[in-house]
């Protein structure tokens, strides 16, 4: 046996995540992914009414909470068969992209490019050189050594007076990390600059959303935007335009410094190409709908087999049976009350049983979804590789740039089959970005154009029929497939179980005792210190893990679980 490390939380954004491993020989030869809280979100919601279940399910997190909200309405509007106004989609297609570039920005440069750039080794650099350097890559108006310099002074300041401030508790000198002083200086600066762009993106969800987090505007049958384009109370044109000019400014950050980055990042850490890759079933569902019915896409979605992109079967349109019959959840590993094999969502339970961490038995509160059996890896690279494999123009773009940039950087050509692996998660994550960024672009043309035409139609009202029906509603969220189940009779909720991006990634191992992508990933990784395990960190942080969605806490005593006053 070797030797077993713990990492728990081995998240920065939130903890709740605890990853073990055994590491023989300078690797990690087996490896366990547990959530630490108890879901009971869906208890809460069964006997309420339908139409109160986003508002509910988007307090899952305060991170990916406009997803919920959607994922939410779409399973009821499935259940119903209502459809939604064009305008509707429009706005829900911008707020999902906005919110999408601002989580992909923030976990980029906030939540894992700590990973592979040493910020103490920035103040090493030197402006002029890093300035040299960036100026090279890209036309980014920041890239200045006047800017560089300024990181550097305020660098120095945080170490002189020995606090790191927000870069505290990083594996600084760890020999896992390669970048050059210059390198590092680059990134840290565009680490401070993303926290200002970022600021843009949630800008647009609180516009058109009421405010960010947690958005108020959803609505089972749209929207509650009102549309006027001469009142400044409503969706005017004077917003509209000052959501335009946001988008521009994203999309400046994004082509220029995100995709160039990452890129750069990868050239230099080319041998994490053959690192992390786990399972390669991915899985990925179509988004943004451009008509009522959302049987038309502007990104499209489907189920990738063992990585090979000829394998490709699309998942069509909301409630297609492919996706709608495949997808079942076992508790065998985790901490519920099971004994009845992996159920459907629809025949979902949720029953709290811990016991304790064991190895060989029930080691999680993450339930282990499947498809059609098999763990399916989710993200920003499996909706790449799906997209790519249906020829979509713009993923197939960006991701040649970026493959042929950081080829140029590295001297070698790297092949599509990189993207199988740790790095290859960050790339597609920017790739999706760039995507992203210009279809909210496009999105606001086409609600703009529709409002043109004379509609200004948001809302179409739901109504609800005796006995039971069914719906699923699902979302293509930034970490991957999200989907909430709903089982409704006479107007009331009566089961509700949603399956979520980090459910599917951190699964522990299924009925057939399969490990899940986390762990399938971490197998061989290379460990040069157990007593810092960074190797583990870049792979695991690569997927973005968000517990708080795939795990939930609930208090059935009805106490306060926590207090916050205002002063």
Request: proline share 5%; charged share 20%; with cysteine.
């Amino acid at each position: 046996m070797g030797k077993r490390i713990t990492i728990d939380p081995i998240t920065r954004i939130e903890g709740h995540l605890r990853v073990d491993c055994e590491v023989s020989d300078g690797k990690v030869s087996k490896a366990w992914a547990s959530g630490q809280m108890w879901r009971g979100v869906e208890q809460i919601l069964i006997g309420r009414d339908p139409r109160d279940a986003w508002a509910i399910t988007q307090r899952i997190c305060g991170v990916c909470t406009t997803v919920h909200a959607v994922a939410s309405v779409r399973a009821v509007e499935n259940a119903l068969e209502l459809e939604v106004p064009l305008n509707a989609q429009y706005i829900r297609n911008m707020i999902i992209t906005a919110h999408a570039i601002h989580d992909h920005i923030v976990h980029f440069y906030h939540l894992s490019a700590l990973d592979w750039v040493d910020v103490v080794s920035a103040l090493k650099g030197d402006p002029g050189k890093t300035a040299a350097l960036a100026e090279g890559l890209s036309s980014w108006s920041g890239n200045s050594k006047h800017e560089f310099a300024k990181v550097k002074e305020r660098l120095s300041g945080f170490v002189g007076t020995g606090q790191l401030g927000i870069f505290t508790n990083g594996y600084w000198g760890h020999p896992a990390m390669k970048l050059s002083p210059e390198v590092n200086l680059l990134a840290t600066t565009h680490y401070l600059q993303a926290l200002e762009v970022q600021r843009y993106a949630s800008k647009i969800v609180s516009i058109l959303g009421s405010k960010s987090p947690h958005i108020q505007n959803m609505a089972v049958g749209g929207v509650s935007n009102p549309i006027a384009l001469d009142s400044q109370s409503v969706l005017s044109i004077e917003r509209l335009l000052a959501v335009k000019e946001w988008i521009v400014k994203l999309n400046d950050f994004i082509k220029n410094v995100y995709l160039v980055d990452v890129a750069a990042i990868g050239a230099f850490y080319a041998n994490w190409t053959a690192i992390g890759g786990g399972v390669m079933d991915y899985l990925a569902v179509p988004d943004l709908p451009l008509d009522t019915k959302g049987t038309q896409f502007a990104l499209p979605g489907g189920y990738i087999k063992g990585g090979d992109l000829a394998s490709i079967k699309p998942i069509k349109a909301f409630g297609d049976p492919y996706f709608r019959d495949g997808v079942e959840e076992s508790v065998k590993h985790s901490w519920y009350k099971g004994g009845k094999g992996a159920l459907h969502p629809f025949k979902g339970e949720t029953i709290p049983e811990y016991t304790d961490f064991q190895d060989n038995g029930k080691y999680s509160w993450v339930k282990s979804p499947t498809f059609y059996s098999k763990p399916a890896q989710v993200g920003p690279l499996s909706r790449v590789l799906a997209m790519a494999a249906q020829n979509h123009a713009p993923t197939l773009k960006y991701l040649t740039g970026l493959l042929d940039t950081a080829g140029s950087l590295a001297k070698t050509k790297i092949p599509l089959a990189a993207v199988h692996s740790t790095i290859g998660r960050h790339a597609a994550r920017a790739v999706s970005c760039a995507v992203q960024v210009d279809e909210l672009a496009n999105q606001w043309q086409l609600l703009v154009d529709n409002i043109g035409k004379g509609d200004t139609k948001t809302y179409n009202k739901p109504t609800f029929p005796k006995g039971e029906i069914h719906g699923v509603g699902f979302h293509e969220a930034p970490r991957g497939v999200l989907s909430h189940w709903v089982v409704i009779k006479d107007a009331k909720i009566t089961n509700y179980q949603a399956v979520v991006p980090t459910t599917w990634n951190a699964a522990p191992r299924n009925e057939g005792d399969v490990a899940g992508p986390y762990e399938a990933s971490l197998l061989n990784t290379p460990v040069a210190d157990p007593e810092r395990p960074l190797e583990v960190l870049r792979t695991v942080h690569s997927f973005d893990p968000c517990l708080a969605c795939a795990v939930h806490v609930l208090d059935t005593e009805g106490r306060p679980v926590v207090q916050v006053k205002a002063l």
